[in-house]
């Protein structure tokens, strides 16, 4: 089903391949779903807005509420929904019922705003479009917050004359206690309800008659008007109507009366302290929460750091006891072997002091790296001619293991601003690997290119491949790749590269999959 979806993602016509590119184009993520809600097409702006999820032709075939778990479990949801996970499913999936028009707003855990709209298509299935509207949530929040925290009264009417925003005193004026009981309201319907109630006495010191309504009517078209109202309550304000530039009218009511606008003003103040008690009281309950995460977190330290300490002293020992049980046998029996079992045992003797002095190199860098206390000589390099250097200096050992090693695709001239000895460390380290986990009668291929604004470097192969990668990057794991052929390492070739490319501003990612090789792409900034 997954295989049958993604075909999706790559048209196979000249027109249906413009039509991807132009979507790719849009800042608006495009997504379609059939009619089982599972997905069959995203656009690339969809892993834009979403940046935790995999790639999204990795995407196709699952359904929306799989999407929506994927979303919380990378941490892109707000913890006020992530926390009610189900809920928020539910909430998410009833935009495909039919009739379901409204968009729906989804808050990430990074602050953003995503506006989803949903239709149905033909094919009984969806269409979403996702669209970020922080910056206009944001404006949008900072006006309602104004316009309730005012002493006045304000309404924003549309160019239907419909009533699109007002704060509580506004709509108190027609005997509604909330604003969210009179948005939506026509404003015919306002003054007819005015009238009804006999809320307003006076217009401009004129007694209530009858054709008042027509007299307001009259203000409300004009493109600027102003009238005195006085409320049967005996409190007087100043009216202002005006037409604003996209059609609709905004309205605002000044209290005129003393004692009412200092009585509003204590009001507010008794609002904004129990707001601000409330907000207290939610800061305590946040700090107590993160003090908990903090010892969580102290104790999981503490645990790692045990478990390191005991691994790196296996894989120090593993080595130093290989230099020492070989010297001892050539100091006592030394008068017993050949000039070949001596070259033998040297050789031994020597290779396990390499392995022990590579290890004890990057516990080092990585140590300097942890601290921020690694100095990068930064230069113009090329990384083509970093990659054939790779090839030129393992070609030897592959050939061994019948392995092809190709550079082909790592063109010279490509320049990239970086540490010498750091980028060689970490190419090699990534030729290295791919060499030593992969089966003999294999290939590994080395590749460059400029994407995206950066010069990435990749070593791929065709070998067993790991199933678990997060693990693969942690020190002393290899995440259950096989270990054929392996040469002794003791897990941090990764861990190591990896922390070299983020020291540079770069990014290391890896993309394998059990029985499916494995790819290591390092994105580092070109050379200005």
Not at 411 to 434: I, K, S, Y
Request: hydrophobic share 45%.
């Amino acid at each position: 089903m997954q295989k049958a979806h993604a075909a999706a993602f790559a048209p196979a016509g000249q027109d249906e391949q413009a039509l991807a590119e132009a979507l790719d184009c849009l800042r608006v993520a495009v997504t379609l779903f059939d009619a089982d809600e599972r997905l069959v097409y995203a656009n690339r702006h969809y892993n834009y807005l979403l940046r935790s999820l995999p790639a999204r032709e990795r995407l196709a075939g699952l359904s929306y509420e799989q999407l929506i778990r994927l979303e919380i479990a990378g941490g892109e949801i707000a913890p006020t929904d992530s926390r009610e996970p189900e809920s928020f499913i539910a909430r998410r999936r009833a935009q495909f019922r039919e009739g379901e028009y409204r968009p729906l707003d989804i808050h990430l855990a990074d602050g953003r705003v995503v506006e989803i709209k949903a239709r149905r298509t033909r094919e009984g299935g969806w269409i979403a479009l996702w669209s970020d509207v922080t910056q206009a949530r944001h404006a949008q929040t900072r006006l309602e917050d104004a316009v309730s925290l005012s002493a006045d009264a304000f309404a924003f009417f549309d160019k239907n004359d419909v009533l699109a925003m007002c704060n509580d005193r506004y709509a108190s004026f027609y005997g509604l206690g909330r604003a969210a009981d009179a948005i939506g309201t026509r404003f015919a319907e306002l003054l007819a309800r005015a009238t009804s109630e006999r809320l307003i006495a006076r217009i401009d010191d004129e007694v209530l008659s009858e054709d008042w309504l027509a007299k307001r009517m009259a203000a409300h078209r004009e493109p600027a008007g102003a009238m005195t109202v006085e409320l049967a309550t005996g409190e007087a304000y100043l009216l202002r109507d005006r037409a604003t530039a996209e059609g609709g009218r905004v309205v605002i009511f000044t209290d005129v009366t003393d004692h009412r606008r200092v009585e509003l003003a204590l009001a507010e103040q008794t609002r904004a302290l129990a707001e601000t008690r409330s907000a207290q009281a939610a800061q305590a309950d946040y700090l107590a929460d993160l003090s908990r995460r903090f010892d969580e977190a102290a104790a999981s330290a503490d645990n790692a750091k045990t478990t390191l300490m005991r691994t790196m002293s296996h894989e120090l020992k593993t080595p130093l006891n290989a230099i020492i049980g070989f010297s001892d046998l050539m100091l006592t029996m030394a008068d017993r072997f050949d000039q070949q079992r001596v070259m033998e045992y040297a050789g031994l003797i020597h290779q396990g002091g390499r392995n022990l002095l590579r290890l004890i190199n990057q516990i080092l860098d990585l140590t300097k790296l942890s601290a921020g206390r690694y100095e990068l000589h930064r230069s113009r390099l090329d990384a083509g001619a970093m990659l054939w250097a790779a090839q030129g200096a393992h070609e030897a050992r592959a050939a061994e293991k019948s392995i092809s090693l190709d550079a082909g695709g790592a063109p010279l001239g490509l320049l990239v601003d970086a540490d010498e000895n750091a980028l060689t460390a970490m190419v090699f380290q990534l030729v290295d690997n791919a060499v030593n986990f992969t089966q003999a009668g294999g290939r590994v291929t080395l590749s460059a290119a400029l994407e995206d604004g950066r010069v990435r470097l990749r070593v791929s192969d065709n070998g067993p491949g790991v199933d678990d990668i997060a693990r693969v990057l942690l020190p002393f794991e290899q995440g259950g790749r096989g270990t054929t052929d392996h040469t002794g390492g003791a897990g941090l070739g990764l861990t190591l590269v990896k922390a070299f490319t983020e020291a540079h501003g770069g990014t290391l990612t890896i993309e394998s999959a059990p029985g499916r090789g494995l790819t290591a792409t390092i994105a580092l900034p070109p050379a200005s």
